[in-house]
C-alpha cells in the first residue's frame, strides 16, 4: 500500500463516518487490501482493538467450508507484522500451524500486516491477475480467538481502471469509487461470501423482490444464451418447492475457465468453461444443474444442514455421518427444478437418474463402503486419487442422487402420493434453520423423515448405513418405474394402478 493510498482512504473512511451510523455499530475488524497484481499477492493490513490487555491469538481458518479438505491455507502468508498505530513493533510468536500469539497488547489499537500469495486456479484459492482478483476469504482474514461473532468491514483498494467489485457482502459507502468497503457481521458470514475484482461484466436485477448480480469473468456469448431466463426460473421453482427465500440479495459469481463450483448462503463461486457458447444443448444443460446445484445448497447444506456444519471449527476436519443428504439430495434437485423450472423434460432427467444408477451398480466400491461411511470420510478422500479408489469407495455424489430417488419415492408410496421428499426438506428447514436456528443430527433426521412418512423407513436406513444391495424392483414399482439391467436405463412400466400413475406423472411430468 502506498503513501497516497493511506491518506486518500482515511479522508474516504472519515467522510463516510457520519452517513452510515459508524457510533451504533462500529466494526471491531477494520481490513484493507491492497492487490499486487505484478506479483500476485494480497497486501493486507488489519486494524483491530483488543478488548483487554491479555494475550491476543489471531488466527486463519486450513480449510472452507463446502470443500472437505485440510487447505493449510496460511502456508501461502508472509511478511506478518505488529505495530501499535504510531508504529510501534510488538512482539508476536507462531504456535501450530494457523495461529499468531501477541503475549502483551496492553490493550493497545493495533495494525497487523501480512502478504498472502494468491495464485491458484480453485474456488477455495485467491487468485491476483492483471485484470481480476478472486477473493477466497478463508485464506486471507484473521479472527482473534473467542471474537469471531464481531463486526467486520474490508476495503479492497482497487488498482488503476478496474470498476467492479462483486460478493453477496453488504457495501458500505460509495459503491463507485477506488476503494470499496463491504461488511460482515461474523467471521462465519465474511468467510462464506467471495469477492471478485475487475473489469468483469456486472448484471443486477430483480426477481420476486430479491436482488441478484451476475459477476462474470469471462461473459462471451452471455447477452444471446437463454442463462439469466432459465436461471430466474430455477430460482421460482426453488422458492416455490421451499416456501421461502432466506437471502435479500444473492451474487452469481462465475469465473474463467477452470475447475470446480463452491456453495455459499448467499451467493456462489464457480469456474466454468470460460463462454457461454456451449457446443450443444446438452452442455448447456450440464452447466444449467451445475449452477443449479450450488444455488439449491443455500437451502440443503447451509440452511438445512448437519449439525457439525455450522458454527464452523476452522481449525480442523469436522466428520459428519450425514453429508450425504446436503451432497446426495442436491444432486436430486438439480433436475427436478430444472423439470419444475420447464428448463428439461421427462426424458432428459429419466436419463440424468439412470446414469447415477448405473455408475452406483458398476462402482465396485459400493459393495465396500457404505453412503453414511462415504460422507464420514469425506476428508480423506475429497480429492483422493488412489488407483483402487473405484474399487473400495462410492461416492455420495453418486449413490447420494439415488438414496433421493429411492426417498422421494418410499415417502409419496407410504403417503398415498400426499407427500414427498419435498415435505421432509421443507420439515428440516423451518424446524431446524428457521425456528431453531441450528444443524440437524443423524437421528433427528431420520425421526423427522418418520415424521413424513407416517411409518419408520428401516430399508432406507440400511441402504445408506450399509453395503446391503438396493432392491430396485421393489423400490422404484409405486413410481411405476422399473430398471433396465442390461442397458441401466430407467423404464416406464406399461400398465399402472391409479396409485403408480398419480406418483409418476407427480414426480416426473406426463
Ligand atoms: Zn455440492
Not at 53 to 71: F, N
Not at 159 to 188: C, M, Y
Request: negative net charge; glycine residues 6%.
Amino acid at each position: 500500500m502506498n503513501r497516497l493510498d493511506k491518506k486518500q482512504l482515511l479522508v474516504f473512511l472519515l467522510l463516510c463516518l457520519p452517513f452510515f451510523g459508524w457510533a451504533q455499530n462500529p466494526a471491531r475488524y477494520n481490513y484493507v487490501v491492497e492487490l499486487d497484481t505484478a506479483k500476485h499477492y494480497l497486501n493486507v493490513e488489519l486494524t483491530y482493538n483488543p478488548k483487554d490487555t491479555k494475550e491476543l491469538i489471531l488466527k486463519m481458518p486450513v480449510w472452507a467450508p463446502g470443500y472437505y479438505l485440510i487447505m493449510d491455507f496460511p502456508k501461502h502468508l508472509t511478511d506478518f507484522a505488529v505495530q501499535t498505530i504510531d508504529g510501534k513493533e510488538i512482539a508476536w510468536r507462531k504456535e501450530g500451524k494457523n495461529a499468531w500469539i501477541i503475549p502483551n497488547t496492553n490493550g493497545q489499537t493495533l495494525k497487523v500486516t501480512y502478504r498472502i500469495y494468491a495464485n491458484a486456479r480453485s474456488v477455495a484459492d485467491s487468485r491476483v491477475e492483471s485484470h481480476t482478483a478472486f477473493i477466497a476469504p478463508n485464506g486471507v482474514f484473521m479472527y482473534a480467538e473467542g471474537e469471531k461473532n464481531e463486526p467486520i468491514e474490508v476495503t479492497y483498494i482497487l488498482p488503476e481502471n478496474w470498476q467492479n467489485a462483486s460478493s453477496g457482502l453488504k457495501v458500505k459507502g460509495n459503491a463507485n469509487g477506488k476503494h470499496r468497503t463491504f461488511i460482515a457481521n461474523d467471521f462465519d458470514i465474511l468467510y462464506d461470501s467471495p469477492v471478485l475484482l475487475g473489469n468483469h461484466l456486472v448484471k443486477k436485477f430483480i426477481h420476486e423482490g430479491h436482488e441478484y448480480e451476475f459477476a462474470l469473468e469471462t461473459p462471451e456469448g452471455f447477452e444471446e444464451s437463454p442463462f439469466e431466463d432459465d436461471f430466474r426460473k430455477m430460482v421460482t421453482a426453488s422458492s416455490q418447492m421451499m416456501g421461502h427465500v432466506p437471502y435479500d440479495n444473492y451474487c452469481l459469481i462465475h469465473l474463467g475457465r477452470g475447475p470446480g463450483g463452491l456453495e455459499h448462503s448467499n451467493s456462489q463461486a464457480c469456474y466454468t468453461s470460460g463462454t457461454f457458447r456451449f457446443p450443444n444443448q446438452k452442455s448447456y444443460l450440464n452447466y444449467m444443474a451445475f449452477t443449479t446445484h450450488e444455488y439449491f445448497h443455500l437451502y440443503n447444506v447451509k440452511a438445512i444442514r448437519p449439525i457439525e456444519l455450522g458454527p464452523f471449527d476452522y481449525d480442523k476436519e469436522v466428520h459428519t455421518p450425514t453429508l450425504w443428504i446436503g451432497e446426495g439430495f442436491t444432486v436430486y434437485y438439480e433436475t427436478q427444478l430444472l423439470l419444475r423450472a420447464g428448463i428439461i423434460d421427462k426424458e432428459y432427467l429419466l436419463t440424468d437418474l439412470s446414469g447415477y444408477i448405473r455408475d452406483t451398480e458398476t462402482t465396485e466400491g459400493h459393495r465396500h463402503m457404505s453412503l453414511r461411511q462415504s460422507s464420514y470420510d469425506i476428508w480423506l478422500n475429497f480429492f483422493n486419487r488412489a488407483a483402487n479408489g473405484n474399487d473400495v469407495r462410492i461416492s455420495y455424489y453418486i449413490k447420494g442422487p439415488v438414496m433421493g430417488l429411492l426417498f422421494d419415492i418410499r415417502l409419496r408410496e407410504l403417503t398415498q402420493g400426499k407427500k414427498s421428499l419435498d415435505d421432509l426438506m421443507r420439515l428440516l428447514y423451518n424446524r431446524y434453520y428457521l425456528k431453531e436456528n441450528r444443524g440437524f443430527t443423524e437421528e433427528e433426521f431420520w425421526t423427522s423423515a418418520k415424521e413424513i412418512a407416517g411409518a419408520p423407513l428401516p430399508l432406507l436406513r440400511k441402504y445408506v448405513d450399509t453395503t446391503a444391495e438396493i432392491d430396485y424392483d421393489k423400490m422404484l414399482a409405486p413410481a411405476g418405474l422399473r430398471l433396465n439391467k442390461s442397458t441401466w436405463k430407467l423404464e416406464t412400466i406399461p400398465s399402472m394402478s391409479s396409485l403408480q400413475e398419480k406418483i409418476h406423472t407427480d414426480m416426473f411430468g406426463k
